[in-house]
């Protein structure tokens, strides 16, 4: 079956502009998580959905990064007034339910912010 | 806060050998643990899911075993090939997932 998918792949943006990144998560899967992977920095947790709802949304780094999902299905990551800093891999990831189950992985979005 | 150390944080070894990538952790409450694997530009792959209750994975040349009470994790890869050449990760579920910082492998002919 169809595994997690991100788009777009890539992304670059000009400092100060706002920026939308997309998953899909597998059919099925209630929990949904966003992380990124910055150059030096590993990767980090930033927000887990269980249904449509952020039980855990402690790893946005500011106020500038929000996320929702819909039907239970897509989620969609925004980053308003990028910054340099921004610049990343932004993977998504899914499981059947629960923070325990063995997360599913999409190819992520690689961000640039010039 | 869990920590999550892996090392050594780079091996180079000839193909065909055995090879032992090291994790370790802070806080034994954990749910479980799992080995990927991140290709260069790629996303991660998932390879072994150990639960919590559990002491070892296989699967193929691949196996990883869990000491949760020593806060330890093992990733052993028999008759290692060219193209197990990657970033392994460990991460371990807590409240929420953390990563440890990488071990990157490669294997030459």
């Known amino acids: 079956g169809a595994g997690v998918s991100q788009s777009p792949s890539n992304k670059v943006t000009e400092k100060g502009k706002d920026v939308e990144l997309r998953c899909d998560p597998i059919s099925g899967h209630t929990a949904l998580y966003w992380y990124r992977q910055s150059l030096g920095q590993g990767l980090e947790f930033l927000i887990y959905f269980q249904g449509n709802s952020a039980p855990d949304k402690s790893g946005l780094p500011s106020d500038r990064f929000s996320a929702e999902r819909t039907g239970g299905s897509v989620s969609t990551l925004t980053i308003q007034r990028t910054q340099q800093e921004d610049s990343a891999v932004y993977l998504c990831?899914?499981?059947?339910?629960?923070?325990?189950?063995?997360?599913?992985f999409g190819p992520g979005t690689r961000l640039t912010v010039t | 806060k869990q920590e999550v150390t892996q090392i050594p944080a780079a091996l180079s070894v000839p193909e065909g050998e055995n090879l032992v990538l090291n994790c370790s952790f802070t806080?034994?409450?954990?749910?479980?643990l799992q080995w990927f694997r991140q290709d260069p530009g790629k996303g991660l792959t998932s390879l072994l899911l150990i639960q919590s209750s559990q002491r070892e994975q296989t699967s193929g040349r691949l196996n990883a075993s869990l000491d949760k009470s020593s806060g330890r994790s093992t990733l052993y890869i028999a008759a290692s090939q060219p193209g197990d050449s990657a970033t392994y990760l460990c991460?371990?579920?807590?409240?929420?997932?953390?990563f440890g910082t990488g071990t990157r492998l490669q294997v030459f002919p």
């Open positions: 990831a899914s499981s059947p339910s629960g923070i325990s189950y063995e997360q599913y």
């Open positions: 991460a371990v579920y807590s409240d929420k997932l953390i």
């Open positions: 806080d034994s409450a954990i749910y479980n």
